[in-house]
């Protein structure tokens, strides 16, 4: 192998496929990063055994094609205290050795056998695709995944559930106490089709789509799943088995709808929560005609704390209970300017919705569970 490439392009590409790098990998060889150059091709591959991050370079000078693994952190440390400047890697056939030569000098760092490297598993000839916009995918993965748990007992409530139907695909994540949805239309299905995406391949996704504004398209079976888009490649394996049956679990006759201006209550709720008990955090919600009154205490510590905020609300009088923290997640993720709480009894799930008039066509919808008061 032998090639010549610019050191910050080069590092760019080493620096997105490096997240996925676990920093106690289960296999030795998962501490490295596969080079495999073929035809101007640079393909940099790294993974940590569940998940696998491929992306592709061109390399516009290359004297000789080949396969290696080199150590991830090695290169990427050495990298970053270059200046902008070309490169030069030789490694001969068969030779553990990587020559690294620049104007002014040259290194050596070890590298592996590419045979020792894992393959990536196979998908099913019998398996689904989808087809979405980054942008929308982004939008629906940040709209979900803080409400993901960290269950060992129920491994499925530990990612986002893709639900998905020929024009609408809706992701789900729930820790059972609150529950999160977010549609949208325009996606392309080869059929009626779910899976569960494990949150680190997720949050991988994150980082990546935040600066892709193409298409996606991921095709999986009821193992893995291959989410392609540009230059990029990221396989992971799926969590295997049956996402609860969410449908069920959202309020359809809530009648008591508190309309309020999201960034308000959530301001309110921030100040009134510092003097919640520390063990249960929870606050009241006590509603009466266009206002709210809310309140919490810790009378372990004599605290507490109450304020008056105006809304919108005609319904029944009502004093309700929340966990402060859960009713915090969901104020600070929904993008709404307007949120209505749409309530029907203080033992039963409240639904937050949109409350504006100019609603996009990404709805989201969140459940949370009261608190006894």
Same mark, same amino acid.
């Given at each position: 192998m032998k090639f010549t490439v610019s050191s910050s392009e080069l590092l760019d590409g080493l620096v997105s496929v490096s997240k996925v790098i676990s920093s106690k990998p289960g296999l030795a060889i998962l501490e490295n990063f596969l080079l495999e150059l073929q035809n101007n091709t640079l393909t940099v591959t790294a993974s940590d055994g569940d998940?696998?991050?491929?992306?592709?370079?061109?390399?516009?000078?290359?004297?000789?094609? /080949?396969?290696?693994?080199?150590?991830a952190r090695l290169l990427t440390d050495s990298l970053k205290e270059f200046p902008d400047q070309p490169l030069t890697f030789v490694n001969a056939a068969g030779d553990q050795v990587m020559d690294?030569?620049?104007?002014?000098?040259?290194?050596?760092?070890p590298c592996h056998d590419a045979a020792d490297f894992p393959k990536l598993p196979a998908i099913n000839a019998t398996s689904d695709s989808l087809t979405v916009d980054a942008p929308?995918?982004?939008?629906?993965?940040?709209?979900?995944?803080?409400?993901?748990?960290?269950?060992?007992?129920?491994?499925v409530m530990n990612g986002i559930f893709f639900d998905i139907e020929a024009e609408q695909t809706t992701l789900v994540a729930s820790d059972a106490h609150k529950l999160i949805c977010t549609s949208f239309p325009g996606t392309r299905a080869s059929?009626? =089709? =779910?899976?569960?995406?494990?949150?680190?391949?997720?949050?991988?996704?994150?980082?990546?789509?935040?600066?892709?504004? /193409?298409?996606?398209?991921?095709?999986?079976?009821?193992?893995?799943a291959y989410f392609t888009f540009g230059d990029n490649m990221l396989v992971c394996r799926l969590i295997e088995g049956i996402y609860?049956?969410?449908?069920t679990v959202i309020p359809k006759n809530n009648i008591n709808k508190m309309i309020v201006g999201r960034s308000e209550l959530l301001g309110v709720v921030k100040r009134i929560a510092v003097c919640s008990n520390q063990v249960s955090n929870q606050i009241k919600i006590k509603l009466s005609n266009n206002q709210a009154l809310i309140s919490a205490?810790?009378? =372990?510590?004599s605290m507490s704390a109450y304020e008056t905020i105006p809304c919108q609300y005609d319904g029944e009088g009502m004093e309700i209970g929340f966990k402060a923290a859960y009713l915090l997640d969901i104020l600070n993720n929904l993008p709404y300017r307007t949120i209505s709480l749409d309530l029907a009894d203080p033992s039963r799930a409240a639904l937050i919705v949109s409350a504006d008039e100019d609603e996009k066509e990404v709805t989201i919808k969140a459940v949370l569970m009261p608190v006894m008061i």
């Amino acid at each position: 192998m032998k090639f010549t490439v610019s050191s910050s392009e080069l590092l760019d590409g080493l620096v997105s496929v490096s997240k996925v790098i676990s920093s106690k990998p289960g296999l030795a060889i998962l501490e490295n990063f596969l080079l495999e150059l073929q035809n101007n091709t640079l393909t940099v591959t790294a993974s940590d055994g569940d998940t696998t991050l491929r992306t592709v370079l061109e390399i516009p000078q290359v004297d000789e094609e /080949g396969r290696i693994a080199i150590p991830a952190r090695l290169l990427t440390d050495s990298l970053k205290e270059f200046p902008d400047q070309p490169l030069t890697f030789v490694n001969a056939a068969g030779d553990q050795v990587m020559d690294i030569i620049w104007a002014s000098g040259a290194s050596k760092i070890p590298c592996h056998d590419a045979a020792d490297f894992p393959k990536l598993p196979a998908i099913n000839a019998t398996s689904d695709s989808l087809t979405v916009d980054a942008p929308t995918l982004l939008e629906g993965i940040n709209n979900t995944i803080y409400a993901t748990a960290e269950e060992e007992l129920r491994p499925v409530m530990n990612g986002i559930f893709f639900d998905i139907e020929a024009e609408q695909t809706t992701l789900v994540a729930s820790d059972a106490h609150k529950l999160i949805c977010t549609s949208f239309p325009g996606t392309r299905a080869s059929q009626k =089709s =779910s899976f569960i995406l494990n949150k680190k391949p997720a949050n991988i996704l994150r980082s990546i789509l935040a600066k892709f504004d /193409g298409e996606v398209t991921v095709q999986f079976d009821n193992k893995n799943a291959y989410f392609t888009f540009g230059d990029n490649m990221l396989v992971c394996r799926l969590i295997e088995g049956i996402y609860p049956a969410y449908r069920t679990v959202i309020p359809k006759n809530n009648i008591n709808k508190m309309i309020v201006g999201r960034s308000e209550l959530l301001g309110v709720v921030k100040r009134i929560a510092v003097c919640s008990n520390q063990v249960s955090n929870q606050i009241k919600i006590k509603l009466s005609n266009n206002q709210a009154l809310i309140s919490a205490q810790d009378l =372990s510590f004599s605290m507490s704390a109450y304020e008056t905020i105006p809304c919108q609300y005609d319904g029944e009088g009502m004093e309700i209970g929340f966990k402060a923290a859960y009713l915090l997640d969901i104020l600070n993720n929904l993008p709404y300017r307007t949120i209505s709480l749409d309530l029907a009894d203080p033992s039963r799930a409240a639904l937050i919705v949109s409350a504006d008039e100019d609603e996009k066509e990404v709805t989201i919808k969140a459940v949370l569970m009261p608190v006894m008061i």
